[in-house]
């Protein structure tokens, strides 16, 4: 069986690494092209290439897919059976779509049609939805709209970030589609179609996604701080100069440091009419919202290491009282 793997991140790679083990090798693998990565701008390759250089399969990187001919010289050239896509990040054309003889599956990490499009881990953890799982459909160009093959349900858990989630999605994935791979090359599953009128789409989530606003609850804050944990993260401004004024509550000079939030605990304590107000709670530092507040359980400064929220506050007890 001739097979081409289609994915990027973490979540792709998991997948392709369990087809591997299971005798599913792809001949050829396509992914993203590296990206430049932190303050130095370095190249960083994608996960998935990383397991295509572990395992010596030849790998593919192209910044387009439509009117590509070198890439699709190279995938005629594989004769491929079929397409396996997960995570991969652009739309693939149906003319390449219907190459292979077997087609093409996605792996997706929601209920479809629940959840279309590029953040259905974020939005379900974002949402506080009870169940999540995985969905293997047929694909077609229309973005996760193919008839669905064969689907899992999957109790999510409630501390579960969204770095947790994908990974437990991965596998789950990874283990469905290596059960379905049998019957589907055999001919015995017949796709069934979408309810369109239950479809629902989520949306590209940008770095700003990520900056705190204390005008939502406690609890939504929560969620979505670990919704965002890898990435964007949940973050805030705070001041690094430890003179500030009693009377605005605002920094005398200096600069500010984005402060990231990685973990914290609801703490009820009512509609609060000071919103991002700095206090004690014994040891710990806590922020009000609009409603009860966020307990910092570990958090990251601008260019230090994570620490416990108490070990912070320890160092920097000038910011009791000040609002964020």
Known sequence: ???????TPDFAA??????????????????????????GYFLFSPAVKRVALKYKIPHLQPSKIKENKELKDRITACKPDLFIVAAYGLIIPQEMLDLPAKKAINIHPSL????????????????????SGVTLILMTEKMDAGPIIKYEKFLLGRDFTGQVLSNELANLGADLLIKTLPLWIDGKIKPLPQDELKASYTKIIKKEDGLLDFNKSAEEIEKQIRAFYSWPSVYTKIPVNKKISAQ???????????????????LLTGENKKKGLVFQKEKEMAITCSKNSLLLKKIQLEGKKGMDGASFLNGHRYLIGFII
């Open 14 to 39: 998991i997948i392709l690494e369990k087809l591997i083990k299971k005798n599913y090798r792809p001949c050829l693998i396509v992914t993203a092209p590296d990206k430049p990565k932190g303050r």
């Open 112 to 131: 479809l049609p629940k959840y279309r499009g590029p953040s259905p881990i974020q939005t379900a953890i974002l949402n506080g939805d009870e169940f």
């Open 1 to 7: 069986m001739s097979i081409i793997f289609w994915g």
């Open 248 to 266: 605005s509550g605002s920094a005398l000079g200096g600069k500010n440091k984005i402060l990231k939030i990685l973990e914290a605990e609801v």
